[in-house]
Nanobody, 124 residues
Framework: QVQLVESGGGLVQAGGSLRLSCAASGRTFSGYGMGWFRQAPGKEREFVAASSATGNTYYTDSVKGRFTISRDNAKNTVYLQMNSLKPEDTAVYYC??????????????????WGQGTQVTVSS
């Protein structure tokens, strides 16, 4: 069983930055695909970014050039650096992990472990 704990959310003005962290339990973290999703009020949860076990990264178009996903396998932690934040980035951000042999990174079904979420609010 893997437990994921997010931190780093908060209130920031438009144009500002935040760094989210997701700490994972488990001794095989380095082999997991890791992803970040977000859910705004009244909207479906959507894919934001992902990192494969080998370090490949994937982003949804709306965050490319502004967000960066990274991982520190020694600390069992994945990060989401968010720059140039916009009010439309306001959402609960969820960390997800996949231990599947074959991972599809963008759909929620590609992940079998989820964190509780952390709120990010961007004011205009």
């Amino acid at each position: 069983q893997v437990q994921l704990v997010e931190s780093g959310g908060g209130l920031v003005q438009a144009g500002g930055s935040l760094r989210l962290s997701c700490a994972a339990s488990g001794r095989t973290f380095s082999g997991y695909g890791m992803g970040w999703f977000r859910q705004a009020p009244g909207k479906e949860r959507e894919f934001v970014a992902a990192s494969s076990a080998t370090g490949n990264t994937y982003y949804t178009d709306s965050v490319k050039g502004r967000f960066t996903i990274s991982r520190d396998n020694a600390k069992n932690t994945v990060y989401l650096q968010m720059n140039s934040l916009k009010p439309e980035d306001t959402a609960v951000y969820y960390c997800a992990a996949s231990s599947y042999s074959y991972i599809t990174y963008t759909p929620q079904s590609g992940y079998n472990y989820w964190g509780q979420g952390t709120q990010v609010t961007v004011s205009s």
